[in-house]
C-alpha cells in the first residue's frame, strides 16, 4: 500500500526571517511582503496560464499514472535479478534519485542483506574521474548488474563515455546478453543514446519533452530508478499531486512555495543576503539539499533578464548538515558576513529513536545525557542553532515534515520546484535555460575534437597557449 501523505505535513514557517525576530536591517517587514503580494498573484496567472498551454509540463508529472506505472511494473519485473543497479548520469539525472535514496532507504542500504533490502545494492556513478570509474568495476559483477543510463540530451560526454566503457565490458563478459543489463531513459525521438537503444534493442524509457533534468525527479528519471531500489513510486507521485492541489492558490499566505520564493528574493535583493544556505537536520534530507542546490543555482543564476538586461542575478545555494556543521561551518554562520539567509530541514517525528544508557555516570559530562534520547539531543541541538543564529540577526526559516515517507518527500521536490519558478519570475530570468553550462560543454566538445567544433578547438587552444602561466 502507498503512504500517500499529506500536504499538510509539510511547513513553511519563516517567523525568524522578520524584522521583529532579527533586526530592520536584516529581516523583513510585513509591508515588504505585503508590497510583493499583488506581483506574485500576477505571476501565479502567468505560471498557470503556461501550464495550461503546455509550457511547463513538468507541473504535470505528479498526475501521470502512466510513468509511475511503468516504473513500478518494470522494475518489478526484473528487480530480483539483479544484485547491483547503477545509476549513469550527471546533475539532474543523477540528484534527484540520490536524494530519493538517503531520504527513502536504510542509511546503509548497500551492505544489508539481500533479504534486508527492499531492492538491489544502488550506485549512483555521477563523475568521470577515472579512480571512480575503475573503483565501480573494481566493486560490482557487470554479470549481477544492471546498468541505468540517464541523459536528457542522449549526448551528454561524460554520461555516453560511461555506457561506452560499460557496453565494452558488457559486451566483453556476455555478448548479446548485453542488451539485458542496460536501460536508457533519454529524449523520445533524438539523441545518440536513443539511437544506441534503439540498434542495441534496450529496454529505454523517455524524458519528457521540456523536462529539463533538474526538474525531472517526478519522471521516469527519478521514478525507474527508484522503483528498482524498492522506493514506493505510487506515494512519492501522490505526495507531489497533493503538494499541486495545495498550491493552486496565489496568496503567498496559503502557498508555501510562493512564500519561499519571496522571501528568499526580498532577502537578497533588498538586505543583500546573497548565499542561501540549506541546513537538513536530518540524515535522511541531507541529499535533497544537495538536488536543490543545482535547482536553485541554474535557475536562477543568470546574466540577463528575459527583457535582455544584463543583470547578474542569483543566490549562490550552500548546503549543510546538523549537527556535523554545527561544527565546521556556523561559527561562520553565526559571526562572519551577514550575506546569509537560512532554511533548517526538520523531521517532527523520525520514526525511530535510540535511549543514551546511564553509563559513565560519575563524570558531569555524562550525568545530564543518561537516560535521555538521541532525538531529544538532536532536536535540541537544531533549537539551539536556530536560537543562535536569530540573536545573531541571521534571518532563518524551516521547512518541516511531520515524517519523512514517499508522500512528503515527494511533496517537498514539487514545493521546491515550483518556489524556483516563482523566484525566476520575481528575478525577471528564464528558470529553464543554462547558458553557462552549454559554453562549458561547447568547450569541452571543442577541446576533445567532436566533429563540428574545429573552429571553436582552434579558439580554445589559442587561449589556453596564450595564457600566462602563473604557478609555485
Known sequence: MSNT???????YDYTNVMADRVGERDGLSEAELEGLAEAVRGYHDEITAERRSGELPFMDLPQR????????GFAASVRERFENVVLLGIGGSALGMTALQSALNHPFHNLLDGEQRRGPRLFVVDNIDPVLIQGLLDVVEVGQTLFVVVTKSGQTAETISQLMLLTGVLKERLGNGMREHVVAITNPERGALRSIAKAEGLVSFEVPEGVGGRFSVLSPVGLVPAALAGIDVEGLLAGASAMDKRLQTGEMTGNP?????????????????????????????????????????????????LSGDEVHVGQTPVKAVGVTDQHSQVQLYV??????????????????DVEIPGEHLEEEACVYLGGRRFGELFRAEREGTEIALTEACRPNATISLAQVEPGTVGGLLYLLEVQTVMAAKLYGVNAFDQPGVEAGKVASYALMGRSGYEAERVEMERKLKGAKRRSV
Open 335 to 352: 559571526e562572519g558576513p551577514s550575506d546569509k539567509m537560512f532554511t533548517f530541514l526538520a523531521v517532527e517525528e523520525p520514526g525511530v
Open 257 to 305: 512555495a510562493y512564500a519561499g520564493a519571496a522571501v528568499h528574493y526580498l532577502l537578497d535583493v533588498k538586505h543583500g543576503k546573497s548565499v542561501a544556505v540549506m541546513l537538513s537536520y536530518s540524515h535522511q534530507l541531507r541529499d535533497v539539499a544537495d538536488w536543490f542546490r543545482q535547482l536553485w543555482a541554474e535557475s536562477l543564476g543568470k546574466s540577463r533578464t
Open 5 to 11: 501523505g499529506s500536504s499538510e505535513e509539510i511547513r
Open 65 to 72: 499514472r502512466d510513468y509511475v506505472e511503468g516504473a513500478a
